[in-house]
T-cell receptor, first 112, second 110 residues
Framework: DTGVSQDPRHKITKRGQNVTFRCDPISEHNRLYWYRQTLGQGPEFLTYFQNEAQLEKSRLLSDRFSAERPKGSFSTLEIQRTEQGDSAMYLC??????????FGPGTRLTVL | QKEVEQDPGPLSVPEGAIVSLNCTYSNSAFQYFMWYRQYSRKGPELLMYTYSSGNKEDGRFTAQVDKSSKYISLFIRDSQPSDSATYLCALPGGANNLFFGTGTRLTVIP
């Protein structure tokens, strides 16, 4: 399977704990995106990488959120001191030279 | 004002019906227009991608763009129960991030 993969698919955590999600993009894609989607809403942009450089951050990405893409391949998204409002689906997408973005299956986070 | 507005529905139609899904957008600078399909608890799947005004057809799906009215549509002919999903319109922003509509939830009843 050469699509975008995400791990884990589901994460349940207690408020105040830290969580980390991983995204593996399509191998030849140099752009990688993180989005957040809450129930009944479309995905909302969080941040964007071109290779290993983080080029854009949304105002939705508070100080508790950090994303990395150390070697320009996979990426991680960490949320520190989780809050109940962080409960959402976290989606990763990648694209190459065209604008079509291909999404992974998402990581569903539940903060108790 | 949001960049993209979409009627959230829900929309229920009988099998075989023609479905019309619509979005409006505010920024005339948008050049690319996309439709994604999202099944429950899955990631969005790219369905259609259009660049210019006019129609683009792919099987039972037709994407229509009217730049003068800032209006985009997705038509589904001969709808099937397997088309039951949430349909999201999306427009690329300055960093190539996508602005999504809220999605329209479609149910096709056998």
């Amino acid at each position: 399977d050469t699509g975008v993969s995400q791990d884990p698919r589901h994460k349940i955590t207690k408020r105040g704990q830290n969580v980390t999600f991983r995204c593996d993009p399509i191998s030849e894609h140099n752009r990688l995106y993180w989005y957040r989607q809450t129930l009944g809403q479309g995905p909302e942009f969080l941040t964007y990488f071109q290779n290993e450089a983080q080029l854009e951050k949304s105002r939705l990405l508070s100080d508790r959120f950090s994303a990395e893409r150390p070697k320009g391949s996979f990426s991680t998204l960490e949320i520190q001191r989780t809050e109940q409002g962080d409960s959402a689906m976290y989606l990763c997408a990648s694209n190459g030279i065209y604008n079509e973005q291909f999404f992974g299956p998402g990581t569903r986070l539940t903060v108790l | 004002q949001k960049e993209v507005e979409q009627d959230p529905g829900p929309l229920s139609v009988p099998e075989g019906a023609i479905v019309s899904l619509n979005c409006t957008y505010s920024n005339s600078a948008f050049q690319y227009f996309m439709w994604y399909r999202q099944y429950s608890r899955k990631g969005p799947e790219l369905l259609m991608y259009t660049y210019s005004s006019g129609n683009k057809e792919d099987g039972r799906f037709t994407a229509q763009v009217d730049k003068s009215s800032k209006y985009i549509s997705l038509f589904i002919r001969d709808s099937q129960p397997s088309d039951s999903a949430t349909y999201l319109c999306a427009l690329p922003g300055g960093a190539n991030n996508l602005f999504f509509g809220t999605g329209t939830r479609l149910t096709v009843i056998p």
